[in-house]
């Protein structure tokens, strides 16, 4: 049974900090990137930022450069998302997703968790 479980939202003050975390199970973790994926009420999911199988190279959207770290480990078999300097406009519903593609032959496979609430008060 695949199962990606998100904890560590809550409520905080505009320039605080807050870690999330994704425990996965299920799968061979270490052979998926992983990604946070995040929703505001009334908007289109967005990526957040993606990791690489082995944890050597990440990426983030511009509004969180800077801010946000991800991290992984294969061992523990989770990823985080650490969130830095956080604004009202970070609140959304973080989602945390694993991917595994190929070039050839073509594939791809998502898996995803059910999201766990961030509110950055002002």
């Known amino acids: 049974q695949v199962q990606l479980v998100e904890s560590g939202g809550g409520l905080v003050q505009s320039g605080g900090s807050l870690r999330l975390s994704c425990a996965a199970s299920?799968?061979?973790?270490?052979?998926?990137?992983m990604s946070w994926y995040r929703q505001a009420p009334g908007k289109e999911r967005e990526l957040v930022a993606v990791?690489?199988?082995?944890?050597?190279?990440?990426n983030y959207a511009d509004s969180v450069k800077g801010r946000f770290t991800i991290s992984r480990d294969n061992a523990k078999n989770t990823v985080y998302l650490q969130m830095n300097a956080l604004k009202p406009e970070d609140t959304a519903v973080y989602y945390c997703?694993?991917?595994?593609?190929?070039?050839?032959?073509?594939?791809?496979?998502?898996?995803w968790g059910k999201g766990t609430l961030v509110t950055v008060s002002s």
């Open positions: 990791i690489t199988v082995t944890g050597g190279s990440s």
């Open positions: 299920g799968f061979t973790f270490s052979s998926y990137a």
């Open positions: 997703n694993a991917a595994y593609s190929s070039t050839w032959p073509k594939y791809r496979m998502d898996y």
